[in-house]
C-alpha cells in the first residue's frame, strides 16, 4: 500500500536515526558483557552489532536492486548461520557499528532523493514473494530500533543472572 509524503518522510527519519539508538543501546553494555548470550542459541550484544553490519549492507544492496534495476530478485538469507559461519562473536566490534553508521548514511541520503513513482519499484524476494520500495522502508526503518531493544534487554538479562551481574 502506498505511504503518504508525511509517513514515508517519518519513516526515512526513523531510518536514518537508527544508528545513533543502536549506539546508544551498546554504549549501556560494559564491556565484560558485551559478548555474553543470554542463552544457547542467541545473541550477545556484539553478535546484534555484527549482524546488522551484514544486514545493513545487504538491505543497501536491495533498494538499489529494487529501484533501479527491472523485476529485480532480493535474496533471502538465514541470519543465524551467518552469525556462526561469518564468527560474529570474533568479527571487530567498531568496523561492524562504523559499517551500520556508514552504510545508513549513505542509503538515508540515496532514499530523500527517490521521486515518489520509486518507491513502488518491486520486485520478488525469495522468502516473501512481491517486494516493493515501500516494504523495504517498513522493514528497514524500525530493523535498528529492534535490535537496539534486544541488546538492551542482553544487558537487563546480564545483570539479573544468577551469579549476581559479576562477570
Given at each position: 500500500?502506498?505511504?503518504?509524503?508525511v509517513?514515508?518522510?517519518?519513516?526515512?527519519?526513523q531510518?536514518?536515526d537508527g544508528?545513533r539508538r543502536l549506539?546508544?543501546?551498546?554504549?549501556?553494555?560494559p564491556?565484560?558483557a558485551?559478548?555474553?548470550?543470554?542463552?544457547?542459541?542467541e545473541?550477545?550484544?556484539?553478535?546484534?552489532?555484527?549482524?546488522?553490519?551484514?544486514?545493513?549492507?545487504?538491505a543497501?544492496?536491495?533498494?538499489?536492486?529494487?529501484?533501479?534495476?527491472?523485476e529485480?530478485?532480493?535474496?533471502g538469507?538465514?541470519q543465524?548461520?551467518?552469525?556462526?559461519r561469518?564468527?560474529?562473536?570474533?568479527?571487530?566490534?567498531?568496523?561492524?557499528?562504523?559499517?551500520?553508521?556508514?552504510v545508513?548514511?549513505?542509503?538515508?541520503?540515496l532514499?530523500?532523493?527517490?521521486?515518489?513513482?520509486?518507491w513502488?519499484?518491486?520486485?520478488?524476494?525469495?522468502?516473501s514473494?512481491?517486494?516493493?520500495?515501500?516494504?523495504?522502508?517498513?522493514?528497514?526503518?524500525e530493523?535498528l530500533?529492534?535490535h537496539?531493544r534486544?541488546?538492551?534487554q542482553?544487558?537487563?538479562?546480564?545483570?539479573?543472572?544468577?551469579d549476581?551481574?559479576r562477570?
Open positions: 500500500m502506498p505511504l503518504d509524503h509517513e514515508r518522510e517519518r519513516l526515512i527519519q531510518y536514518a544508528p549506539g546508544a543501546a551498546l554504549a549501556g553494555v564491556e565484560e558485551r559478548k555474553w548470550r543470554p542463552a544457547h542459541g545473541w550477545s550484544a556484539h553478535e546484534v552489532v555484527c549482524h546488522c553490519a551484514d544486514s545493513e549492507t545487504n543497501a544492496a536491495r533498494i538499489r536492486y529494487l529501484v533501479a534495476e527491472k529485480p530478485l532480493i535474496l538469507y538465514d543465524d548461520t551467518w552469525a556462526v561469518l564468527d560474529y562473536q570474533n568479527h571487530p566490534l567498531d568496523l561492524a557499528l562504523a559499517t551500520v553508521q556508514a545508513r548514511a549513505n542509503t538515508a541520503a532514499l530523500r532523493r527517490l521521486a515518489d513513482e520509486a513502488q519499484q518491486d520486485g520478488r524476494h525469495t522468502e514473494g512481491r517486494y516493493t520500495a515501500t516494504d523495504w522502508l517498513g522493514v528497514y526503518a530493523h530500533e529492534i537496539a534486544q541488546i538492551e542482553n544487558l537487563v538479562a546480564w545483570r539479573g543472572r544468577a549476581g551481574g562477570a
